[in-house]
């Protein structure tokens, strides 16, 4: 049983998804003491107890807070580390996420999903009411206007990214949810779904203990 005390007793559990995928929703249900269905059952897949209580940070704020060195574990909760894979600052988080993640002792993945046509609809609400959206998710909305198979073909890697950066850093466990009918995946969706034998061969390569250098 993982303890709420010390700074490498706590855990982080990544809430990752593209833009306009229900992150932030989601994140808020996960705080809540009595939290939906759904968010139980995501915790109780990723083996968390549905005892632990949790405060967010954005990828920006916990970079911050590295550089100046500062903690980023709370005294009496665990974390929650929101992460927009479309955000323009997408590369600098990605290569920042495994000091952020040595901070804590085990790090879990919850992966929303969203299909491509319903993120599409979603993006063109928030651009209808002139909300700001990242230049990347600008993007590949224009590509979808050229040429949208490989506007499709941009998005399914975005998921699919984000499983190898799983595997490379050797996340302890993840899953993937659809908030929008409260559904956890027993598998990926055909639409987002890696290949699978180059799945397989990266998390076997990936998950292979790393030999010294002496």
């Not at 709370?74 to 495994?98: A, M």
């Not at 909305?141 to 890697?157: I, P």
Request: charged share 25%; net charge positive.
């Amino acid at each position: 049983m993982l303890s709420n005390r010390g700074q490498h007793a706590s855990i982080l559990v990544v809430v990752a998804g593209p833009s306009a995928s229900g992150k932030s929703t989601f994140i808020k249900q996960l705080k809540r003491r009595n939290r939906p269905y759904l968010a139980l059952r995501s915790l109780a897949s990723i083996a968390i107890p549905p005892t632990f209580r949790f405060r967010s940070m954005g990828a920006n704020p916990a970079r911050k807070l590295i550089k100046r060195g500062e903690s980023l574990v709370p005294k009496r909760h665990h974390r929650i580390l929101h992460l927009d894979l479309t955000s323009d600052s997408r590369g600098k988080h990605l290569k920042f996420c495994p000091i952020v993640f040595s901070h804590f002792r085990a790090v879990h993945s919850i992966q929303l999903y969203l299909p491509y046509q319903e993120w599409r609809q979603r993006i063109q609400t928030r651009m209808d009411a002139e909300e700001s959206i990242s230049e990347r998710v600008l993007a590949l909305f224009e590509l979808d206007l050229v040429n949208r198979r490989n506007a499709e073909r941009v998005y399914r890697n975005i998921y699919a990214h984000w499983e190898n950066y799983l595997d490379r850093n050797r996340i302890h466990s993840r899953c993937l949810i659809d908030p929008r009918n409260d559904t956890l995946f027993q598998h990926h969706p055909n639409d987002i779904r890696r290949n699978p034998l180059s799945a397989a061969l990266h998390s076997v390569l990936c998950r292979m203990p790393i030999l010294s250098a002496d």
